[in-house]
């Protein structure tokens, strides 16, 4: 039988956004839509992707979706996502934790911050209104 993992994705792997097929392609299946606990910041890649940190002080709920993957499809999905972001632990705001698309540091330098939205789909249509 194969080992399934929850992943909590923040960005383009989301439903219906462009990397989302990379999900589907493993045989991933939606779980829900949640929030992580208070501790995450946000940024913005060039507005092509977006970037969470977790970080000490100044953390906000970010919106997530839970997926359930197999495991073997985990490296897949990684290798097809953008520079600069990993998997690694995320607390969601019931405490649980899974892994979750994180951001490395470096890559948020000089980059938009755009913890204030919340996440991403928010950002995205603040994007388009301005």
């Known amino acids: 039988m194969t080992e399934i993992v929850y992943l909590a994705v923040n960005g383009t792997l989301m439903r219906g956004l462009e990397l989302n097929p990379n999900l589907l392609a493993v045989g991933a299946s939606f779980v829900r839509e949640t929030v992580t606990e208070p ?8 507005d092509c992707h977006p970037a969470m940190l977790r970080v000490a002080d100044g953390g906000v709920a970010i919106a997530v979706e839970v997926w359930a993957i197999p495991a073997d499809g985990i490296s897949q999905i990684l290798l097809k996502e953008p520079a600069g972001l990993c998997v690694g632990k995320v607390r969601l705001a019931d405490g649980e934790e899974v892994l979750g698309v994180l951001g490395e540091a470096i890559l948020c330098e000089g980059q938009r911050e755009i913890t204030e939205w919340g996440g991403w789909r928010k950002y995205l249509v603040a994007l388009q209104r301005s």
């Not at 501790?39 to 060039?46: A, F, G, K, M, T």
């Open 39 to 46: 501790s995450y910041r946000l940024w913005s890649i060039n």
